[in-house]
C-alpha cells in the first residue's frame, strides 16, 4: 500500500518559521502533490500544490507570499516552507498525491487526490 508520512510539525510562534515534509515510498507516478489542513471544528482546505511535470505551484490566498511549496524528485520528498506564521495557520496538515491529469482548479480540489498521509500538527502561538 503506498504510504505518504509527513514530519516536522510542531509548535512555533507567530512569526515563526516551520518546515513540512512529506516522504513518498520511492515511486515517481505522481502527476501532483498538495498540501491541505484542516483546524478544529473546520472542514479541511487547499494550502499548496505543485505539478510534477513544468513544477507549477498553486498556493491559497490565505498563504500566498508566505509558504513555498517544492519537491526533491529523487528522494520523492515535497515540502512546505512556512514563514511568517500566524495563529490561524494552526490545523493539522496532510500531503497528499494525485495520479489523475490535474487542471488549474482541479489542483486544489480534495477529490482529485488518492493518496493521503495522516497529518501532522502544526500550532503557531500568538
Known amino acids: 500500500q503506498v504510504q505518504l508520512a509527513e514530519s516536522g510539525g510542531g509548535l512555533v510562534q507567530a512569526g515563526g518559521s516551520l518546515r513540512l515534509s512529506c516522504a513518498g515510498p520511492?515511486?515517481?507516478?505522481?502527476?501532483?502533490m498538495g498540501w491541505f489542513r484542516q483546524a478544529p471544528g473546520k472542514e479541511r482546505e487547499f494550502v499548496a500544490a505543485?505539478?510534477?511535470?513544468?513544477?507549477?505551484?498553486y498556493y491559497a490566498d490565505s498563504v500566498k507570499g508566505r509558504f513555498t511549496i517544492s519537491r526533491d524528485q529523487a528522494k520523492d520528498t515535497l515540502y512546505l516552507q512556512m514563514n511568517s506564521a500566524k495563529p490561524e495557520d494552526t490545523a493539522v496538515y496532510y500531503c497528499?498525491?494525485?495520479?489523475?491529469?490535474?487542471?488549474?482548479?482541479?489542483?486544489?480540489?480534495?477529490?482529485?487526490?488518492?493518496?493521503w498521509g495522516q497529518g501532522t500538527q502544526v500550532t503557531v502561538s500568538s
Open positions: 497528499a498525491a494525485c495520479t489523475d491529469a490535474v487542471t488549474t482548479i482541479s489542483i486544489t480540489r480534495e477529490y482529485k487526490y488518492n493518496y
Open positions: 520511492g515511486r515517481t507516478f505522481w502527476l501532483a
Open positions: 505543485i505539478t510534477l511535470i513544468g513544477g507549477n505551484t
